[in-house]
Every structure is written in structure tokens, then in C-alpha cells.
């Protein structure tokens, strides 16, 4: 039982030391040439315009079931003029970067992980390494650079559908149009609490492409060791979103 | 005799509780063709990687005309393993590129200076040493087994290496596929002027292309021979090797 408990902490202890060092090789690598622009560009669309609809998607519910919770509480105290103001400072500081990051997570993330411990397992990755090529280099950088990028924009759209989501909720479907909804919501909603959404997105998303790559690169015995380092991508990555988020919060505020 | 190409000193591997290598000494001299034999789960795989510099042994060294692979800093490893080129068991050709694409690709990273009709020309020219001529726009999933071996082969010589490393260049092809990726092997051999080793389990492959080799036997190399001396020879494990036998020292060894 304790060289159970012993060995999962060792184990827990060096795949963190193996997931931090790659994330420093990873920045290194940043700045030796050659930077892969193709693969950067591939992967920016990657990630950015083929996850757009999910995103969007996420954002558009999440506008909608927000407004249409609180709506009818602050109906109750008749406050539902500070509604717009809710929505805005709930969704662009806190859930749409995070809900949009674990959606990204789980569309992104895995087919990371899946690609890179398909390549392990079939030796292509020791191929590039025979041909000369850092696998780091070739497949972490461009991958984790193309995300932390590409989330931020998506989250930046993901905004404006979920504010827009609760403005149509309000007016279409509860049939209580207010007048200047997007003036309340910029009202209370200032640049600052966007650029903490984006910054927060935007370390999502390095979060979300080194923990699949990390993954990928640990793969180990064959279709069902792919498996494995898809789902532990999701799961790691998703848990990383929302730990991360606390302590970005707490840091940016 | 020159000093040798490839000098490996008392290597030594394991992984966890399992020695896989347990004091490997192999010299390949510039020219050779060297046919590393050995049965399944012999280590010859761990081998290979090991000659290749992508892994690290517990101990002992593995020297390239004199130099450390351990002893090197990344630079000037990737300068050295430009000198190799090696093909893989099930051919590790890149899924998400075509043929072309995946020839192409050392000689796009390692000469940039090339321009595109070259690096066109030299892919041709690789195809056309493997006896591939027209299967350059497919995808390597549209190949069958042999096509895509004799892919990673055309790959494995884009950069024109000094050295050739194959993993098991046959196993799991039929006869005739086999002696056709024999003879291509040979023909690269003696066009190309290099030096090459393979690993492989497969005797009619290990006549037609070695002129010497190692038997590899529960992670130590247990005899080296020119290629006429080592057919002929009495050690009992290369005998029952080379004969096939289900009787022998080997059998007995698995037993034991």
C-alpha cells in the first residue's frame, strides 16, 4: 500500500518534471531558427477557424442559460436592468475563456495528442529525430504557439456571440426587449476585464497544446496506448484550465 | 586496419530489472555490409537506436570516426546524424504527406539553398533507385507494405548518407518482394558506395546482401565473421541459426 502510494507519487513527481521540461525546451525552441511557418500556419487553422463553430456554439448557450438564470431572480428584486451588466462581466471575464478553452481542450487538445502518439508509436518521431529534425522543435512550437494565439481570438468572438446570445434571449424569447442592452453591458464592462479574458485564453491554449503534445510524446504500446494519452490529454488539460484560471484570477486582480 | 567507422565499446542497456544490451563490442569499417542477425526479442531493434544516437547507454560508448554520440552537443548531433540515413521497420513514413512530400522533406530542411525543381529532380532520382517510379502524388496509406518500405528506403538516401541503417528491411513480405527490397539494397550498396547495417532475422535476405556480419544472442554479440567464414562457421548458435534448426543451443537457452 505505501510502495503503492510511493510509487504513484514518484510517478506524478517526474511526469511533472517531464511536462515542465518540455514546456522550457519549447520556449527555447521558440527562438532557434529555423521557425516552422508552414506547420505554424497549418495548425493556426487549424486550431482557430475549425474550431470556430464549437466556440461559437459554447458561447451562444452559455449567453443564453446565463441570461435566462438570472433574468428571472433579478426579476424578483427588480433588478433586471443590471442583467446586461452581469452577463457581460460573467462571460467575457471568467466563462467563456474558460468553457471555450476545455471545449478547445477536447476538440484540440485530443487530436494533438492522438497525432503526435500516433506518430510516436509508428517511430515517425524517431524518424525526425534521424532526419535531423527536434521533434520539440517541429511539432511543440508551432503547436503551442498556434494555440496560445488562436484562443484568444476565438474567445474574443466567443464574447460577442454569448452577450448577443442573452440580448436574443431577452428580447425574442422572453419578450422583454430593453432598450440600450449593449449600453448597459459597456457600461460595467471594461477594457481591462477583456484583456484578462484574453490573456487568460491565451494561456489556455498553451496549456491545452503542450499537455496534447506532452501526451502525444509519452505515448507508449500501440492503438490502445494512443487511447489512453487522448483521454489523459482532455482530462489534464481541462484540469489545468480550471486550476490555472483560479490562480491567473488571483494574479490579475 | 583503418580505425573503424563505427566502434561500439562494451554497451550496455537495460530497461527496468531486463538487460536488453549487455556489453555490446561491434567495429563496422567504412564499406562494410553489415548483417546484424538475431532472434526476436534479441535486442537488435534497441541495438540499432543505439547506433543511431537515439538512445543513451547505462554504459559504454558508441563511437563515430572517434566521436562520443553522448559526448556531443545538439548541433553538432544533428550535423552527424545528417551523415545517416535509416529506414524503419514499417517504414515511419510521415501519414499527413504524399510520397513526394515525404522524400522531399530532409532534403527541404537540410538544404535550403535547393531550389525547387532540384529537390524535384533528386526525389525522381531516389524513386527511381528504388524501382518507384510513378507513385510519387500518392499517400503513404494508398502503398502496400513493400511499396512503403521502398519509400522510406528512397527517404533514407534524399540526403545521400554516408550510412545506411535498416531495421528489418523484410520481414513481412512475401518471397518476392523480399528479394526485389534484397537487390535493391545491393544495388544501393554498390552505386552508392556506403556503408550500411542491417538488422534482420531473415537468412536468404542476410546471404544476399551482407559481406560480413554479427550474431546477436540474448544482447551480446557472440560471433563476427566475414561473410563466407560466418556461413561456414561451427559455433552452435550461429549453426542453428543459419540452418533453422528447433534443436540447438538457442532452443535450449529459451528452454533453460
Known amino acids: 500500500m505505501f510502495a503503492m502510494i510511493g510509487k504513484k507519487t514518484i510517478n506524478i513527481a517526474r511526469g511533472a518534471g517531464a511536462y515542465t521540461l518540455l514546456v522550457s ?22 486550431v482557430g477557424v475549425n474550431s470556430l463553430p464549437v466556440v461559437a456554439v459554447t458561447s451562444l448557450f452559455t449567453g443564453m442559460v446565463l441570461a435566462l438564470q438570472t433574468y428571472d431572480g433579478f426579476r424578483r428584486f ?11 462581466l460573467a462571460l467575457v471575464r471568467e466563462l467563456v475563456p474558460v468553457l471555450g478553452g476545455m471545449m478547445v481542450a477536447g476538440r484540440v487538445g485530443s487530436a494533438m495528442a492522438a497525432e503526435v502518439g500516433t ?24 503547436r503551442m504557439w498556434a494555440t496560445a494565439i488562436m484562443l484568444p481570438l476565438l474567445i474574443a468572438i466567443g464574447d460577442l456571440i ?42 489556455f491554449g498553451a496549456i491545452v497544446a503542450t499537455v496534447g503534445c506532452y501526451q502525444g510524446l509519452a505515448t507508449r504500446g500501440g492503438a490502445e496506448g494512443v487511447g489512453r494519452a487522448t483521454t489523459a490529454a482532455v482530462v489534464q488539460a481541462s484540469l489545468g484550465i480550471l486550476v490555472a484560471d483560479f490562480f491567473l484570477t488571483k494574479v490579475l486582480f | 586496419m583503418n580505425s573503424p567507422l563505427i566502434k561500439l565499446e562494451m554497451v550496455k542497456k537495460s530497461f527496468g530489472d531486463k538487460a536488453v544490451l549487455r556489453g555490446i563490442n561491434l567495429d563496422v569499417q567504412r564499406g562494410d555490409s553489415m ?43 544533428y550535423e552527424t546524424r545528417k551523415r545517416f540515413g535509416m529506414s524503419f521497420q514499417e517504414a515511419a513514413l510521415f501519414d499527413s504527406l504524399s510520397v513526394f512530400e515525404n522524400i522531399a522533406f530532409p532534403i527541404k530542411r537540410h538544404r535550403r539553398d535547393w531550389t525547387p525543381a532540384k529537390i524535384a529532380n533528386r526525389v525522381h532520382e531516389c524513386l527511381d533507385l528504388v524501382g518507384m517510379p510513378s ?27 554516408e ?49 560480413r556480419l554479427a550474431m546477436l544472442y540474448k544482447g551480446d554479440i557472440v560471433f563476427t565473421a566475414e561473410r563466407e567464414a560466418f556461413f561456414n562457421a561451427d559455433n552452435g548458435i550461429v ?18
Open chain 2, 35 to 77: 548483417v546484424i542477425l538475431g532472434g526476436s526479442g534479441a535486442g537488435k531493434s534497441v541495438l540499432m537506436r543505439h547506433i543511431i544516437g537515439l538512445m543513451r547507454p547505462d554504459s559504454g560508448h558508441v563511437f563515430l570516426d572517434g566521436l562520443d554520440w553522448w559526448q556531443m552537443d545538439q548541433r553538432q548531433l
Open chain 2, 163 to 211: 550510412i545506411l541503417l535498416f531495421d528489418e528491411p523484410t520481414t513481412g513480405l512475401d518471397p518476392i518482394m523480399t528479394s526485389v527490397l534484397n537487390d535493391v539494397i545491393v544495388n544501393l550498396r554498390e552505386q552508392l558506395k556506403i556503408t550500411s547495417i542491417t538488422i534482420t532475422h531473415d537468412m536468404s535476405s542476410a546471404k544476399a546482401i551482407s559481406t
Open chain 1, 25 to 46: 525546451q519549447g520556449l527555447a525552441k521558440t527562438f532557434v531558427p529555423p521557425f516552422e511557418w508552414r506547420e505554424f500556419i497549418k495548425q493556426l487553422e487549424r
Open chain 2, 239 to 256: 549453426r542453428q541459426f543459419v540452418e533453422g534448426r528447433a534443436d540447438g543451443p538457442v532452443t535450449e537457452g529459451l528452454l533453460s
Open chain 1, 119 to 142: 506518430m510516436k508509436v509508428t517511430s515517425q518521431i524517431d524518424a525526425l529525430e534521424v532526419m535531423a529534425t527536434n521533434p520539440i522543435q517541429f511539432l511543440v512550437v508551432p
Open chain 1, 78 to 88: 427588480q433588478a433586471e436592468a443590471y442583467v446586461p451588466a452581469l452577463l457581460g
Open chain 2, 135 to 161: 507513385v510519387a502524388d500518392l499517400m503513404p496509406n494508398e502503398l502496400s507494405g513493400g511499396m512503403r518500405r521502398r519509400v522510406g528506403f528512397a527517404r533514407s538516401i534524399a540526403l545521400e548518407p
Open chain 1, 162 to 203: 454569448g452577450i448577443y446570445g442573452g440580448q436574443f434571449l431577452i428580447t425574442s424569447i422572453l419578450q422583454e426587449p430593453q432598450t440600450g442592452y449593449m449600453d448597459r453591458v459597456f457600461e460595467f464592462v471594461d477594457a481591462e476585464d477583456f484583456w484578462s479574458g484574453m490573456i487568460k485564453a491565451a494561456f
